[in-house]
């Protein structure tokens, strides 16, 4: 994809990134909003934007991504009370996917790739949050990642990106579910959210089978990574402390669209 911006010039080029980080941003918005609004049960797609300490209406100016949480200073205009982290990271994650995936991502794919990071990016949040994948979520994301790889199929005349998905899908489910089946026998507990399965399935539906096994590898990687740094931080770990193991897999899994460009 670099090369094709090359081809359109700096100025073009920039517009075009210029115009994915906005667009991003807004997608983004829309993300830390559903990270606010589902776990507490309210709706995503209705009612006004409010202050979640104050309930004050926000406005037209306070709604623009990044900029107004830079002007208020990450505050309320109206209470004064944190507005917090967790919608600057929604709205910068979802513009950083968007300008990298018209940089990195394999021709044909760069739609795809957005969409991909954009669902992976609010799964990654509300697993470090809450520690929770919601099933709607992870439904999505694997309907999405069949409809790629059916549109690929379709248009090559070749059923073979359709059956990998398949195959990547099977193996993600049953890969992390046999994991916790095992250890819940052994230990006699549960040492796996209930969330992870399906949403290693759902990703091995837009990698295929090779990207699981990727996947997981990668996910290991930035679990230890994580763990290191806590220790380092200065925080306790024993073997009743908890990752969001979604989180670990979401970071890896993005990465391995844009290097191979999924199924």
């Known amino acids: 994809m670099i090369a094709g911006l090359e081809q359109t010039g700096g100025q073009g080029a920039g517009v075009l990134l210029a115009g994915a980080g906005v667009l991003g941003a807004i997608v983004g918005s829309f993300l830390g909003a559903t990270l606010e609004r589902l776990p507490a049960g309210r709706s995503v797609v209705t009612g006004r934007s409010a202050c979640d300490s104050c309930g004050t209406a926000l406005t037209v100016i306070e709604l623009v991504p990044v900029l107004s949480w830079l002007v208020q200073r990450g505050k309320c205009r109206t209470c004064g009370s944190p507005i917090g982290w967790w919608q600057m990271a929604a709205e910068l994650g979802a513009a950083g996917i968007a300008m990298a995936s018209v940089l990195l991502a394999p021709p044909g794919t760069v739609l795809a790739a957005m969409v991909f990071g954009w669902q992976l990016l609010l799964l990654a949040l509300l697993d470090a949050r809450h520690l929770w994948l919601p099933r709607v979520l992870t439904g999505a994301l694997a309907a999405s990642g069949l409809a ?116």
């Open 148 to 263: 790629v790889a059916g549109a690929r199929a379709f248009a090559l005349q070749d059923g073979a990106p359709l059956l990998n998905a398949l195959a990547g899908g099977g193996l993600g489910f049953a890969l992390l579910w046999l994991v916790a089946t095992l250890y819940r026998r052994t230990r006699g507990r549960e040492g796996m959210g209930g969330g992870d399965p399906p949403l290693l399935g759902a990703i091995g539906l837009w990698l295929g089978p090779l990207g699981v096994v990727h996947t997981v590898l990668g996910g290991s990687l930035v679990g230890l990574a994580a763990a290191l740094a806590l220790f380092l931080a200065g925080r306790k770990l024993s073997g009743d402390s908890v990752l969001p193991l979604g989180t670990c897999l979401a970071i890896a899994a993005w990465p391995l669209f844009l290097w191979a460009g999924g199924v």
